[in-house]
Nanobody, 127 residues
């Protein structure tokens, strides 16, 4: 059974940092793009960060650029999201996802292109 399991969420004060991890089991995603999305109550699932299979290319929306960093360790089958300078508006459930489709090198920012998902981890930024 293929699973993506996130960890590292929690409660943090504004300006603080968290590091999320997502570990895969059941298959390797070392040749697939990986991404993080987030969803706040009553809102759509938003793109947060994506990384190419090699880790050589990363993508972020303007809302997190310069504050969040995605990385991966293909030996450990794990992707990370380092979140710094957190804001209250960053509060959401964070999901990692894997895209196993034939994208020919393109890294998608669209949730519908990702076919494996974790169960999510809650991040709450509050004083």
């Amino acid at each position: 059974q293929v699973q993506l399991v996130e960890s590292g969420g929690g409660l943090v004060q504004p300006g603080g940092s968290l590091r999320l991890s997502c570990t895969a089991s059941g298959r390797t995603f070392s040749t697939d793009a990986m991404a993080w999305f987030r969803q706040a109550p009553g809102k759509e699932r938003d793109f947060v960060a994506a990384i190419s299979w090699s880790g050589g290319w990363t993508y972020y929306p303007d809302s997190v650029k310069g504050r969040f960093t995605i990385s991966r360790d293909n030996v450990k089958n794990t992707v990370y999201l380092q979140m710094n300078s957190l804001k209250t508006e960053d509060s959401a459930v964070y999901y990692c996802a894997a895209d196993t489709g034939p994208r020919f090198g393109r890294v998608s920012r669209t949730a519908g292109d990702y076919d494996y998902w974790g169960q999510g981890t809650q991040v709450t930024v509050s004083s």
